[in-house]
Nanobody, 122 residues
């Protein structure tokens, strides 16, 4: 399974970005998908996830109401729409896949994508 994330960049505080993660290799609909991020000097942390069955979503508290995760099974792609961005959202963002589970913790992630940098200027 390969995960390819894209869509990162530099944005001013209050702005928006949409990250995409294209998945190839196995049946996408069998995977719960998630996003994690890692800021310099910090551990990788959970951002949001979406389950494989009914699209239930989960978010880390600091992004609730600002970030939206969605998936398109026909395109084998998961998205992270980020709005009202803050400088503290600056990090490398990683997409993650879990076989028949929802990746809300690094311990149940089966596959990681390469990260995409998001930088929010103040």
């Amino acid at each position: 399974v390969q995960l390819q994330a894209s869509g990162g960049g530099l944005v001013q505080a209050g702005g928006s970005l949409r990250l995409s993660c294209a998945v190839s290799g196995r049946t996408f609909s069998n995977y719960g998908m998630g996003w994690f991020r890692q800021a310099p000097g910090k551990e990788r942390e959970f951002v949001g996830a979406i389950n494989r069955s009914d699209g239930t979503t989960y978010y880390e508290d600091s992004v609730k109401g600002r970030f939206t995760i969605s998936r398109d099974n026909a395109k084998n792609t998961v998205y992270l729409q980020m709005a009202s961005l803050k400088p503290e959202d600056t990090a490398v963002y990683y997409c993650a896949a879990s076989w028949f589970e929802t990746p809300q913790d690094s311990s149940n992630v089966d596959y990681w994508g390469k990260g995409t940098q998001v930088t929010v200027s103040s």
